[in-house]
């Protein structure tokens, strides 16, 4: 099988150009079928493994004319996590709107016209929620974005569902929480204090948290979501009922109780390089973001959440730091 990835040079595209070479993707009989060619796309693609089954395209994914050229009649599936994050997205409207939103459907369209069929498995977000939410947010409860960014994913989890209905793709869209520990330099996503609140600590570095150690926030490891990607293009069409969106479970955990995981794996030292430092913009977005969910239709297709925080901050420690952290 041939597949596109796009953000294939982001830290969870490179897992994920990774596990496809590795494993394959499993047909609905359960037989692993290999992946014989990975299309990589992304501005820069620097850390992706030295294979020659990856062919790198290094390029705007919002051009029409490079995804002419990464979807193709012998495409068999796409990955698209390619998008401009929250604070991104805010602070330039037409960028958000020309990669979220534009670049979304010229690749819906160009399966459509080449590879009508193929499996298309779209990196949306819990940003879609928002405005008077209950407590805990339920498969059914509607989508109603605060931001660009949530706005610009729940129009793609729309086109997804209806090109899917008229059978132009086979769709799959995974509402994503915020995903820790992510490793290098802070993004413009909102949600980036999660990572850097672990990450700097753990190597050194002191670190600023932007909202109050009571907020509140669903995680997901990036081996999880790694895994839920293979999992969601792995699900017969099917099985996924009304709508090809699902929201993935994770965990729900404040602030506190995340630098208690710290604390609890890398000790008191590591723990005080965190100070607060309140940064209304960045609060005012997360506060419309929900907590707490009930995710039974992602865990009925088999999507599962990480047992715990220190779970998920000893597996950065092993895949990122190499086993070792600065005491």
């Known amino acids: 099988m041939q597949v596109t990835v796009t953000g294939a040079g982001g830290f969870i595209g490179k897992r994920l150009v990774r596990r496809l070479l590795e494993r394959g993707i499993a047909s609905p009989d359960g037989k692993a079928q290999a992946v014989t060619k990975v299309v990589a796309c992304d501005l820069a693609l620097a850390g992706l493994p030295n294979d020659p089954r990856i062919q790198r395209v290094e390029a705007d994914t919002s051009s029409p004319e490079v995804v002419a050229r990464i979807v193709t009649p012998v495409t068999g599936a796409v990955f698209h996590l390619a998008a401009i994050v929250s604070v991104g997205a805010e602070?330039?409207?037409?960028?958000?709107?020309?990669?979220?939103?534009?670049?979304?459907?010229?690749?819906?369209?160009?399966?459509?016209?080449?590879?009508?069929?193929?499996?298309?498995?779209?990196?949306?977000?819990?940003?879609?929620?928002?405005?008077?939410?209950?407590?805990?947010?339920?498969?059914?409860?509607?989508?109603?974005?605060?931001?660009?960014?949530?706005?610009?994913?729940?129009?793609?989890?729309?086109?997804?569902?209806?090109?899917?209905?008229?059978?132009?793709?086979?769709?799959?869209?995974?509402?994503?929480?915020?995903?820790?520990?992510?490793?290098?330099?802070?993004?413009?996503?909102?949600?980036?204090?999660?990572?850097?609140?672990?990450?700097?600590?753990?190597?050194?570095?002191?670190?600023?948290?932007?909202?109050?150690?009571?907020?509140?926030?669903?995680?997901?490891?990036?081996?999880?979501?790694?895994?839920?990607?293979?999992?969601?293009?792995?699900?017969?069409?099917?099985?996924?009922?009304?709508?090809?969106?699902?929201?993935?479970?994770g965990l729900t955990l404040t602030v506190r109780q995340m630098l208690d995981a710290l604390r609890e794996v890398a000790g008191e030292n590591v723990v005080k390089r965190v100070r607060f430092e309140p940064d209304e913009r960045i609060m005012r977005i997360v506060a419309t973001w929900p907590t707490a969910f009930r995710s039974a239709k992602g865990q009925r297709l088999g999507f599962t959440a990480d047992g715990s925080m220190q779970e998920i901050i000893r597996a950065f420690i092993q895949d990122e730091l190499s086993g070792k952290f600065v005491a």
């Open 91 to 249: 602070e330039d409207f037409e960028l958000g709107m020309r990669v979220n939103f534009d670049a979304t459907r010229a690749l819906l369209d160009a399966c459509r016209r080449s590879a009508p069929g193929a499996k298309f498995v779209f990196a949306s977000s819990v940003a879609v929620y928002g405005g008077e939410l209950p407590a805990v947010v339920e498969d059914g409860t509607p989508p109603a974005p605060q931001t660009s960014y949530g706005t610009q994913k729940a129009i793609g989890e729309l086109l997804i569902n209806d090109y899917s209905r008229r059978g132009f793709v086979d769709g799959r869209a995974l509402r994503l929480p915020t995903i820790v520990v992510r490793p290098g330099r802070p993004n413009k996503a909102a949600s980036t204090f999660a990572s850097s609140i672990i990450r700097d600590p753990l190597e050194g570095r002191e670190v600023a948290c932007p909202v109050p150690a009571e907020t509140a926030m669903c995680l997901l490891s990036p081996r999880k979501v790694v895994e839920a990607f293979v999992r969601a293009a792995e699900i017969p069409a099917g099985e996924w009922g009304w709508t090809r969106v699902a929201q993935l479970p």
